[in-house]
Nanobody, 125 residues
Framework: QVQLVESGGGLVQAGGSLRLSCTAS????????MGWFRQAPGTERVYVAS????????YYADSVKGRFTISRDIAKNTEYLQMNSLKPEDTAVYYC??????????????????WGQGTQVTVSS
């Protein structure tokens, strides 16, 4: 069974940067795409970005476009989320997710079959 483990969260001042990592472990990892979602206190989990595993095509929510960059290292079974120009409204628990097949749009939670445990990102003003 594949497990996803996030790392790299923390506390940063507004305008700063963080890089999140998500590494897949377990049986042979096979993915069509991976993504990042986030959930702020008292709100629903929302889409942040996604990347197709082989082609490396990237997609972003409008709220992070131009500030965040998603990437992956196939040899390390790891995806990254480089977050620049962070704002207090980016404060949330960030979750990585993976899917082995495309059944629906990658900006939907139900597109993914495996999730990480989440990592906290806090941006102070």
């Amino acid at each position: 069974q594949v497990q996803l483990v996030e790392s790299g969260g923390g506390l940063v001042q507004a305008g700063g940067s963080l890089r999140l990592s998500c590494t897949a472990s377990g049986r042979t990892f096979s993915s069509y795409a991976m993504g990042w979602f986030r959930q702020a206190p008292g709100t629903e989990r929302v889409y942040v970005a996604s990347i197709t595993w082989n082609a490396g095509n990237t997609y972003y929510a409008d709220s992070v476009k131009g500030r965040f960059t998603i990437s992956r290292d196939i040899a390390k079974n790891t995806e990254y989320l480089q977050m620049n120009s962070l704002k207090p409204e980016d404060t949330a628990v960030y979750y990585c997710a993976s899917t082995r097949s495309v059944l629906t749009s990658l900006d939907l939670e139900r597109a993914y079959d495996t999730w990480g445990q989440g990592t906290q990102v806090t941006v102070s003003s």
